[in-house]
């Protein structure tokens, strides 16, 4: 297992907590430092165990530091790298954005330092209360080199996944966008559309159907924003695609053609029954 002197976690949220969380379970750091702008919050995070140690000053915070973190919402990871990479001038840099190809494209200037990141475990959860030392275990992190991108450094974020319980997969952040545009970005639209689209008035009738397929509509609204936004036209094309089989299913529907309303629902069963519980 690989260990680091000091790894520095700027952003302390759920994700950030779970990655100091793991690190500390496992023994990987000697030192995991937290850095963010309230003391009250990174103080929860070092009480909870996620971090040996806070501050919102980021030069002592990134002193010394041999991996830096960036777990903060995806409209400042370009400017928390930036100046990570002028504080830390020895460490190298990844990130945990789920909207890639601006962010790798706004540090292009970085690639000798930077790659980027993005583990498939969040929740609709927030703050570093709901962080978990065993988060990433068994779930997907991709890195995202590009062809500049220093096979060295692309290791290096393999492996800091791999250390802590994730199967990694590399691909493009172009590629990245497009998957998660489908399979993360386009779901949380659904999910608000649906929850939106229903009476406040039946909301008491509400059972699990509608409880299991509006879940994530309860995620940070901001954070939601930044990301949509970020991957604007991937989740603009997946939101087509989406509205097409929509409208197989009404016009079926409004048709009453029986035979295409199991075949779409069959269709739907197959692919979900294929990911499992």
């Known amino acids: ?3 680091w002197k000091r ?3 700027v952003g302390v949220g759920l994700i950030g907590g779970s990655i100091g969380s793991s690190l500390r379970r ?3 750091a000697d030192e995991v430092i937290g850095v963010g702008r309230s003391l009250d919050t990174l103080s929860v995070a070092e009480q909870l165990g996620a971090i040996t140690s806070a501050t919102t000053d980021w030069a002592s915070g990134l002193a010394g530091a041999d991996v830096v973190v960036v777990c903060t919402p995806v409209e400042h990871i370009p400017d928390h790298v930036r ?6 001038p020895q460490a190298w840099i990844t990130d945990a954005g789920s909207a890639k190809s601006q962010i ?4 292009r200037d970085q690639t000798e330092r930077y790659i980027g990141s993005h583990p498939l475990a969040g929740s609709e959860k927030t703050g570093c209360g709901h962080s978990r030392d065993d988060l990433f275990v068994d779930r997907v992190a991709i890195v995202t080199p590009t062809d500049d991108t220093p096979p060295t450094l692309t290791e290096r974020a393999s492996e800091f996944w791999r250390s ?7 691909m493009s952040p172009s590629q990245h966008d497009d998957a998660l ?4 970005h386009l779901p949380h639209v659904v999910a608000s559309a649906l929850a939106a689209a229903t009476d406040r008035s039946q909301l008491d009738l509400t059972g699990t159907g509608w409880r299991d397929a509006t879940r994530i509509a309860s995620g940070d609204v901001e954070m939601w924003r930044q990301i949509l936004t970020g991957n604007q036209t991937p989740v603009l094309q997946a939101i087509d695609r989406f509205s ?3 409208n197989d299913f009404r016009e079926a529907l409004a048709d009453g053609d029986q035979a295409r309303i199991q075949q779409l629902l069959e269709v739907g069963k197959q692919n979900r029954d294929a990911v499992g519980s």
């Open 244 to 246: 097409e089989v929509f």
């Open 181 to 184: 545009a489908a399979t993360s």
């Open 26 to 28: 496992l023994r990987l």
């Open 164 to 170: 802590l319980g994730a199967n990694v997969v590399a």
């Open 83 to 88: 100046t990570a990479a002028q504080l830390a």
């Open 104 to 107: 790798v494209q706004a540090l």
């Open 7 to 9: 790894v520095t976690i």
């Open 1 to 3: 297992m690989p260990h």
